[in-house]
């Protein structure tokens, strides 16, 4: 594709300049501009290094003996890469982001309104309720605080009571139409998930983080955290949620850079370092996004130059 745009661009600029008996005098055209849109054109397309294949198969390779799955996703250059990302988990609170995703939707379409608030009752207290459990039973909590309650420090009692609100069969019905498999019912809150299943929760998420809208805001003010963030290193910061429950530990995110990508990750380390494997697989996975795009740009540039030279 990119190679059809560029020629595209190379017929039209020989067609422009050999149509003029003196190419020096033609006032309105600028070989610095045409080569900056030919590299702009070039960087709007999707590319895909000849050595990408290789170090994916590597990475796959160093963690096919691992106790995790994940799955990588970038779409503006659309290409994707997992490791048992069909192996079920118990999916613990990424529960949550799919019931903050379906309140934010709701509130886009107007069905709902995210200052209408909930009364909290003494059947919602849970454990693991940093905001809730500072809470009087009787208090109305409006819904946009309950998704930043159950999205940044994963508020349990918070989730209880968004769970109560949506319904089972609202929310199995959202999560089909995401292709998600969510095994929750009356008693089972949080369910099972893969790690293609935490995918397709955050391109939901991204598609919401892309409308620059309130409920946007919303949802990227709630996910800037680094509660139990595994994602994060150095200075590469991740929009994330967590689940977390006996030997289940995962953590899903977006680089929500301009060129984002999503990786959702699964692991059996809950009772381990789990912190300091999410973190060394999310920098690999980085290294491997940062390489192609770093060709990209080289690629393009050298398309650049040959109208500059």
Do not use: W
């Amino acid at each position: 594709m990119i190679f059809l745009k560029v020629l595209f661009f190379l017929v039209l600029f020989f067609f422009l300049a050999f149509s003029f008996c003196n190419f020096q005098k033609v006032k309105f055209f600028s070989t610095s501009s045409f080569s900056q849109q030919v590299y702009d054109t070039c960087m709007e397309d999707s590319y895909k290094s000849d050595l990408l294949d290789k170090k994916i198969n590597d990475l796959i390779q160093e963690y096919s003996n691992s106790f995790l799955s994940f799955s990588f996703y970038e779409p503006y250059n659309n290409y994707s890469y997992d490791l048992q990302e069909n192996k079920l988990y118990y999916g613990a609170s990424l529960i949550k982001l799919l019931e903050a995703n379906f309140l934010l939707q709701e509130s886009l379409n107007g069905n709902i309104s995210l200052s209408e608030k909930l009364s909290f009752c003494s059947k919602h207290i849970m454990p693991h309720s940093l905001f809730m459990e500072n809470k009087s039973v009787g208090e109305e909590i409006s819904l946009s605080d309950l998704i930043y309650y159950s999205l940044s420090l994963s508020d349990n009692s918070a989730h209880e009571m968004i769970f109560e609100y949506i319904g089972v069969d609202h929310l199995k019905s959202y999560a089909q139409q995401l292709g998600v498999t969510l095994s929750i019912n009356d008693i089972e809150h949080f369910g099972n998930l893969t790690a293609n299943d935490g995918m397709k929760i955050l391109q939901e998420t991204y598609r919401i983080l892309s409308k620059n809208t309130i409920e946007s805001n919303i949802l990227k003010n709630a996910l800037s955290n680094d509660y139990y963030n595994s994602l994060n290193f150095l200075d590469i910061p991740f929009l994330h949620k967590y689940g977390l429950y006996d030997d289940y530990y995962h953590d899903i995110g977006i680089y929500f850079d301009e060129v984002p990508y999503m990786i959702s990750i699964f692991t059996l380390a809950g009772n381990s370092d789990y912190f300091h494997l999410v973190q060394d697989l999310s920098q690999k996975i980085y290294d491997i996004y940062l390489f192609n795009l770093q060709e990209k740009r080289s690629y393009c540039f050298q398309l650049k130059k040959i109208f500059l030279d």
